[in-house]
C-alpha cells in the first residue's frame, strides 16, 4: 500500500520555539465552520457580540460541503408509518408528520436555501429530510455570516491555544505562518475537539473497546435516469426500501469478484437534481479521524470503493448505464471521533427515553443510528413517536477548561447518543446554544459555565430557536 507507514518507536525531534503574529482580538471566536461553527457564529453574533470564525479549508459547511454529506436528517419528532418496500422516493419513506424541534439558525439557512432552489423543504414528501445542493450550501452560508458582520479566516488549521486552561485564544497554522487570536470566549466546533484537548479536557472515543463508526467517502453520480430506475423497482419490489437495497444484485457482483465491500447493500439519495444521486456507501472501518495514518489508508481504501461502487452501478443497475462520478468529498466522512467529558454526559437512556432537563439548550428527535464499526449491519432505535429528549447546558461545558464552549459532534456524551445529536440540524442547534453562551459570558466577563442558564434560554428563544413550551414560559 502507497500511504506512508506508521513508524514503530520513531525517535521524537525538538522543535525551535516560535511565535505568531496576533491577527485579532475578539469577543468570541468560532473554530470550525462546520454546521455547529454556522450556529455558534450567527448565535453569538446575534446575541451582540464581535465574532470571528476560523477554518482550515477555504469555504464553510464542514461534512455538509467538504464530504458532500447529503442531506439534512430530520429534525422533527417521530411519527413511524408503515415502511414502503418499492418505493423509489430515494428518501426515506418510513416518517409521519411530527413538530419540527429545531428551529434558529438552521430555519433561517434552510429558508434561505429553498428560496435560491438550493434545497427542497422537509414534507411528508421527503421523508422529513432536506435535500440541498453543497455548492449552494456554501454560498448560502457564506451570505449569512456576511450579512451578520462575521469576520472570516479561512486556511487556518487551530494548533494550539493561548493560556493553559483558561483559553484565551487560539493558535492556528496558515500559509502566512502561525497566526494567533486572542477572544474572550471561544467556541471549539472542530468536530474532533481539537481546542479543548489543547486545554487538556479529557475525552472519550467510541465505544468501550474504543471502535468507532465507519468513514464514508460519499459521491454524487450524474446522468441518473430515475424512470429506469423505477421501473427496475417495480419489478423487483423486495431489492429496495426508500433509500437503500439492491441486495441481490450486489452479491452477484460480490460473487464475481467486482465489489469488495464490508456492506451488504448500497445506499444513495435523491438530490434537488432530477439526473442526480448521492452514494453514501463506501464503508471503511477501524479508523479513526484524529489519527494521520487511519486518515491516509482511508482516503486511499474509501476512493478505490468509489470506483467500485460507480462501476457496479453502471453495469448492474438499470438507470445508471450512463452514469459518471461528477464529484467526491474533498476528504473522506468522519462519522465519530473525540467527545468531551463535560459537565453532564448524554446518555442513550436520556435520547430514548426522551429525557428532559432545566437547563436544556437544544432537542433533537433523530435515532440512535450507528453504522457497525466491524464490518455489515446498522443499529436505529427511534425514540418514543412524538417525542423529542432535551440537550443540556453542561453537556457543552468542557471539564478543566474555562473560557471555552464545546458544540457539535464532540459534545459529551456517550457512542450511542452520539450517533442522534450528531446529525447537522442537532450539531446547528447545540452551536448556536454555544456562540449564545460564548457570547453572554463575554458581555459580563463571566466564565460560561457561571452563567445563569434562564439568560441563554432567553436569548435562544428570543433568536427563534426551539425550546420545551414550558421553558418558554420559565424563560
Ligand atoms: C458519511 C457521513 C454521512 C452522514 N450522513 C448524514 C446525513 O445524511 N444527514 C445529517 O444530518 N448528518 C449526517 N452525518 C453527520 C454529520 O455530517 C456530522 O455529524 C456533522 O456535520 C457534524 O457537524 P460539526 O459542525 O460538529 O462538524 P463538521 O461537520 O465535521 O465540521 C467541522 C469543521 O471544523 C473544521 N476543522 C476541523 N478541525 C479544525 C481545526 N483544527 N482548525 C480549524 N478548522 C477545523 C473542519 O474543516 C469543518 O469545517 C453524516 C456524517 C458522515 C461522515
Not at 427515553?353 to 433523530?366: P, Q, T
Request: proline share 6%; with cysteine.
Amino acid at each position: 500500500m502507497p500511504t506512508l507507514k506508521r513508524p514503530d518507536d520513531a525517535p521524537t525531534v525538538e522543535l525551535p520555539p516560535r511565535q505568531a503574529v496576533l491577527a485579532g482580538d475578539t469577543d468570541v471566536l468560532v473554530v470550525g465552520g462546520g454546521p455547529a461553527g454556522l450556529g455558534a457564529a450567527l448565535g453569538a453574533v446575534q446575541a451582540g457580540a464581535r465574532v470571528i470564525l476560523a477554518e482550515r479549508y477555504g469555504f464553510l459547511g464542514g461534512n455538509a460541503t467538504a464530504a458532500l454529506v447529503m442531506p439534512l436528517m430530520s429534525f422533527h419528532t417521530q411519527m413511524p408509518t408503515k415502511e414502503r418496500r418499492g418505493a423509489t422516493t430515494l428518501l426515506p419513506t418510513d416518517h409521519g408528520p411530527g413538530e419540527a424541534v429545531v428551529g434558529g439558525v438552521l430555519a433561517t439557512l434552510l429558508t434561505r436555501l429553498v428560496g435560491v432552489g438550493g434545497a427542497i423543504p422537509p414534507t411528508l414528501a421527503t421523508g422529513y429530510v432536506v435535500p440541498f445542493d453543497p455548492e449552494w450550501f456554501k454560498l448560502v452560508a457564506l451570505d449569512l455570516l456576511d450579512e451578520a458582520g462575521v469576520q472570516l479566516l479561512f486556511h487556518a488549521f487551530a494548533s494550539g491555544i493561548l493560556g493553559d486552561n483558561k483559553v484565551e485564544g487560539v493558535v492556528f497554522e496558515t500559509k502566512s505562518g502561525p497566526l494567533a487570536i486572542r477572544a474572550k470566549v471561544t467556541v471549539d466546533c472542530t468536530g474532533d475537539a481539537d481546542v479543548a484537548v489543547q486545554a487538556g479536557t479529557p475525552t472519550e472515543v467510541g465505544r468501550i473497546d474504543g471502535l468507532v463508526q465507519p468513514m464514508t467517502l460519499m459521491f454524487r453520480m450524474a446522468e441518473f435516469h430515475r424512470a429506469a430506475f423505477e421501473q427496475y423497482v417495480k419489478d423487483n419490489p423486495a431489492q429496495w426500501r426508500g433509500v437503500h437495497g439492491l441486495w441481490d444484485l450486489v452479491r452477484k457482483a460480490t460473487e464475481a469478484g467486482e465489489l469488495k465491500l464490508p456492506r451488504e447493500d448500497i445506499l444513495f439519495f435523491a438530490t434537488p437534481h432530477e439526473g442526480e444521486v448521492s452514494v453514501n456507501s463506501t464503508r471503511v472501518t477501524r479508523v479513526l479521524g484524529t489519527d494521520v495514518w487511519d486518515l491516509s489508508y482511508a482516503e486511499w481504501m474509501s476512493r478505490r470503493q468509489m470506483r467500485q461502487i460507480a462501476e457496479f452501478l453502471r453495469r448492474y443497475v438499470p438507470g445508471f448505464e450512463k452514469s459518471y462520478v461528477m464529484q467526491s468529498g474533498v476528504n473522506v466522512g468522519v462519522r465519530e471521533t473525540r467527545r468531551i467529558v463535560g459537565d453532564y454526559q448524554l446518555t442513550a437512556d436520556d435520547v430514548l427515553s426522551a429525557r428532559k432537563f432545566d437547563d436544556a439548550i437544544a432537542r433533537g428527535a433523530y435515532p440512535v443510528d450507528i453504522h457497525n464499526p466491524t464490518g455489515t449491519g446498522t443499529i436505529l432505535k427511534r425514540l418514543p413517536p412524538g417525542e423529542a429528549y432535551d440537550i443540556p447546558l453542561r453537556s457543552l461545558m468542557p471539564r478543566n477548561a474555562e473560557g471555552l464552549v464545546v458544540a457539535g459532534r464532540c459534545i459529551s456524551g456517550t457512542h450511542e447518543a452520539h450517533s442522534s445529536y450528531r446529525v447537522m440540524p442537532i450539531v446547528m442547534a447545540t452551536g448556536q446554544a454555544a456562540g449564545v453562551t460564548a457570547a453572554l459570558a463575554a458581555r459580563c466577563g463571566a466564565r460560561p459555565r457561571q452563567l445563569a442558564v434562564k439568560d441563554v434560554q432567553h436569548e435562544l428563544l428570543r433568536q427563534g430557536a426551539s425550546l420545551r413550551k414550558e421553558l418558554l414560559k420559565a424563560a
